[in-house]
């Protein structure tokens, strides 16, 4: 019975979030300048959001009520100061 | 004159004077001699204004107070896979008192930039102040190294070591080691120049 219900509550989990998109962002070398990322895509309700430096990538998931675009993406790192080098959706 | 020297010092105890759209960076700097507090609000990526506090004495223990309004700029970036390079154009104007005259007009204007990796942190300034009767030149210089480097959301730690130096006045020019820290989005700054004069500084992104 526990395993089913941990089976359910994953299946719920997984079809919550629609996509995991993954961001290269270039000159991200300090990180309380980057913080102001994380401010912005937070303020669209993203989950997951974390900031890699070592691979410099941020990625987040979107749940399947969230529509983020490329250009609204490349927007918000811009207004954060960053360059957007590609972005890759799952 | 010193009171106006000593107006623009903690300018170099700043990391960038123009953080992400929608920010907002807080500062304080305490010296013996010196109490800067600031807010600053960045309206895009590229352009930034605030309003300064100072307190400020003299070698005779004459007091000084400065309100400033203050415009910063972003010029350009350069934004590379492991590294960034900035240069910013800053400017001032506000009121100046000393207990004697008031309303005095002062103003800034300077240029600053740097270029860091997520190792080791390279900077610039050079700031022109001037009043009705005072009109000099800074130029502030800055290398740094962390020796560990850190997850994004982990402490800081940077050793630093600065220099100041200002031509007109003929002072010689000032080293300064210190230790920078930063969690998330608050930093610290602790200092101790050669000649002994220390320094605390705080900053906090919003």
């Known amino acids: 019975m526990k395993g089913l219900l941990l089976s359910a509550a994953l299946l719920v989990s997984m079809s919550a979030f629609a996509e995991t998109v ?4 270039n000159g991200m070398v300090c990180s309380m300048c980057a913080q102001g990322i994380t401010k912005k895509l937070k303020a669209l309700q993203v989950e997951q959001l974390v900031v890699d430096l ?19 993406i490349k927007e918000l790192i811009k207004d954060a100061g960053y360059a957007v080098t590609d972005i890759t959706r799952k | 004159m010193k009171w106006l020297v000593l107006v623009f010092f903690p300018l170099i105890a700043w990391s960038h004077p123009v953080i992400y759209q929608g920010g907002t960076m807080l500062s304080n700097m305490n010296m013996d001699d010196m109490t800067e507090a600031g807010v600053f609000y960045s309206f895009t990526h590229k352009w930034a204004f605030g309003a300064e506090y100072w307190r400020l004495q003299d070698d005779t223990g004459a007091e000084q107070e400065l309100q400033l309004a203050r415009l ?3 010029a350009w970036r350069y934004n590379g896979p492991a590294s960034q390079a900035n240069l910013y154009l800053v400017s001032g104007i506000g009121r100046a008192e000393d207990g004697v005259n008031e309303n005095r007009l002062g103003w ?82 602790m200092g101790s120049s050669t000649k002994g004069d220390m320094f ?5 992104h919003i």
């Open chain 2, 200 to 204: 605390f500084n705080w900053m906090i």
């Open chain 1, 22 to 25: 993954t961001v290269g962002v």
């Open chain 1, 54 to 72: 070592d691979n410099k990538v941020v990625s987040f998931s979107t749940p399947d009520s969230l529509k983020v675009t490329d250009d609204k």
């Open chain 2, 72 to 74: 910063n700029h972003l």
């Open chain 2, 108 to 189: 800034l204007g300077g240029l600053e930039t740097d270029w860091e990796t997520r190792e080791y942190f390279v900077s610039g300034k050079y700031l022109h102040l001037a009043s009705p009767d005072f009109d000099t030149g800074l130029w502030i210089g800055r290398v740094g190294y962390s020796p560990i480097i850190a997850d994004f959301n982990s402490l800081q730690a940077w050793v630093m070591l600065q220099a100041l130096h200002d031509p007109v006045t003929a002072r010689e020019t000032k080293i300064t080691p210190l230790l920078r820290l930063f969690y998330r989005n608050v930093l610290w700054e």
